[in-house]
């Protein structure tokens, strides 16, 4: 059964459309805040398509995905109990109360991480609204976090270019399934 290589297909084609960027800046914005799925499913396709506009794409994604991230951060400080039944009910409680937590032994670097890493950043963002985390360090820890990740998809995809795409498509699959273990892996983790 070939799941991923069906929707690596579909992302391919939208990120041939004319209107990709905006898309892309669309998908960036809401995945920091509220929607599941990253701006990487999109940025990558678009990176390998036009290697001379990789860097332009990181910086859009970038700068969308902090400006999500500052709307997660203000549903966390004026909105939280009106969104907790829905990280509840999103199975994203458990990650929510252990991101509590570590910002009260981290901060800063946990924004940080959190915007490079797989784990879902609008849990931090809405976190860290709702523990009232300084505002300048949290805008220049998911800047820097944020940024570190696009850049490094494009700098990659637009290095391999449209030469990249065979070996992509040959183990989409593979990936896609890794992808999902790890993630479930790291929910199942963090729930504990």
């Known amino acids: 059964m070939k799941v991923f ?18 898309m892309l800046a669309g998908l960036s914005f809401a995945e920091s805040s509220f929607f599941p799925v990253p701006p ?4 990558a396709p678009m990176c390998m398509a036009r290697p001379r506009r990789a ?16 709307l997660g951060y203000l549903i966390g400080l004026l909105g939280l109990e009106l969104v907790l039944p829905l990280i509840e009910e999103a199975g994203y409680a458990p990650a929510y109360e252990t991101a509590r937590g570590w910002f009260v032994d981290w901060g800063f670097w946990v924004v ?3 915007g490079f890493s797989p784990i879902p950043y609008k849990i931090f963002t809405i976190a860290a609204g709702a523990m009232a985390i ?3 360090p949290f805008l220049l ?16 995809l637009g290095w391999g270019g449209p030469r990249m795409e065979p070996w992509l498509r040959r183990y989409m699959e593979r990936i896609g399934w890794f992808s999902v273990i790890v993630l479930l892996a790291l929910v199942l983790y963090l729930s504990r």
Do not use: E, N
């Not at 860097?55 to 500052?70: D, N, P």
């Open 5 to 22: 290589t069906a929707l690596y297909d579909r992302v391919l084609r939208w990120a041939g459309h004319p209107r990709a960027p905006w």
């Open 40 to 43: 990487d499913v999109m940025l």
């Open 141 to 156: 820890a998911s800047l820097l976090g944020r940024g570190a990740r696009f850049y490094l998809v494009a700098a990659v």
């Open 134 to 136: 300084a505002w300048l």
């Open 55 to 70: 860097m332009r794409l990181a910086t859009l994604t970038t700068l969308a995905s902090v400006a999500g991230g500052v």
């Open 112 to 114: 940080l991480v959190a």
